[in-house]
C-alpha cells in the first residue's frame, strides 16, 4: 500500500513569490491534516479536512494561507505571498475517519525562503 | 490547552545502552498518548501509543506506559542500536484526533 505522497519534497523561493504543495493522502483515508514543522520543533496544525470539508483551520494565517481538497482526495496548501519566516517543513498526513485513528505522515516538503 | 514536554536533546549513548525519554503532558479529559519517531530525510511515523491509563504501548523494543497520576508517557528501551538514531517525538489527542507534539528528542547512538 502506497504511503502519503507529498511533491515537490525541497522549495527554494524569494520572499514575496508564491509556492503551492501538493499531497496525495491514503486511499480510503477521509480525514487529511496539514501541519506545519519549524527547525527543532515538533509538528503544528494548520488545517484539517474531512473529505472536502475544512473542519479545522483555526491555526491558518489566512491573510497568506490557503488549501483546498476538491473532491476529497488530493490536497494543495498555497502561500501567497511568501515570506522569510515561512521556512519550514510542512507536512501532509492522513487518517481513516473514526477517532483517534493512527495518522500517517509523508516525508515532507522543505520550504527556504530567501 | 493541550501541551506536552519532552527532555531536550542531543541524547548521545553508546550501542547497547538503556535508553529513557522523558514525556509528561498536560490535557484535559482522557487523552491518547503517542509516540512517534522521525528517522533522517523520513517521515514521522508511529511507534507506539496508549489510549487509557496504565496501558502500555509496545513496539520494535520500545515501551511506554500511560501514568495518569503523574501525567508521564516516559519512553524506554532496554538496548539501544546504531539504527534506533532518529528524532522521537511525544503526543497527545484531545477532541477530534487533533496531535499535540512535544518539541523533540535526538538520540544518536554510537558503536
Known amino acids: 500500500e502506497a504511503g502519503v505522497v507529498q511533491s515537490p519534497r525541497y522549495k527554494i523561493i524569494e520572499k514575496k513569490q508564491p509556492v503551492a504543495f501538493w499531497c496525495n493522502p491514503i486511499?480510503?483515508?477521509?480525514?487529511l491534516y496539514w501541519y506545519l514543522q519549524n527547525l527543532g520543533q515538533g509538528p503544528e496544525l494548520l488545517i484539517r479536512y474531512e473529505n472536502e470539508e475544512a473542519v479545522d483551520d483555526s491555526q491558518l494565517p489566512k491573510d497568506r494561507f490557503s488549501a483546498e481538497r476538491l473532491k476529497g482526495v488530493d490536497s494543495t496548501l498555497k502561500i501567497q505571498p511568501a515570506e522569510l519566516g515561512d521556512s519550514a517543513v510542512y507536512l501532509c498526513?492522513?487518517?481513516?475517519?473514526?477517532?483517534?485513528?493512527?495518522?500517517?505522515f509523508g516525508p515532507g516538503t522543505r520550504l527556504t525562503v530567501l | 490547552g493541550n501541551s506536552v514536554t519532552q527532555m531536550e536533546g542531543p541524547v548521545t549513548l553508546s550501542e547497547e545502552a538503556f535508553l529513557t525519554i522523558n514525556c509528561t503532558y498536560t490535557a484535559t479529559g482522557y487523552p491518547s498518548l503517542f509516540w512517534y519517531v522521525q528517522y533522517p530525510g523520513e517521515g514521522l511515523q508511529l511507534l507506539l501509543k496508549?489510549?487509557?491509563?496504565?496501558d502500555k504501548g509496545s513496539n520494535k523494543g520500545f515501551e511506554a506506559t500511560y501514568r495518569k497520576e503523574t501525567t508521564s508517557f516516559h519512553l524506554e528501551k532496554g538496548s539501544v542500536q546504531v539504527s534506533d538514531s532518529a528524532v522521537y517525538f511525544c503526543a497527545l489527542t484531545g477532541g477530534g484526533n487533533k496531535l499535540t507534539f512535544g518539541t523533540g528528542t535526538q538520540l544518536k547512538v554510537e558503536l
Open positions: 498526513a492522513s487518517s481513516q475517519r473514526d477517532w483517534a485513528n493512527e495518522q500517517f
Open positions: 486511499s480510503g483515508h477521509n480525514t
Open positions: 496508549a489510549t487509557k491509563a496504565d
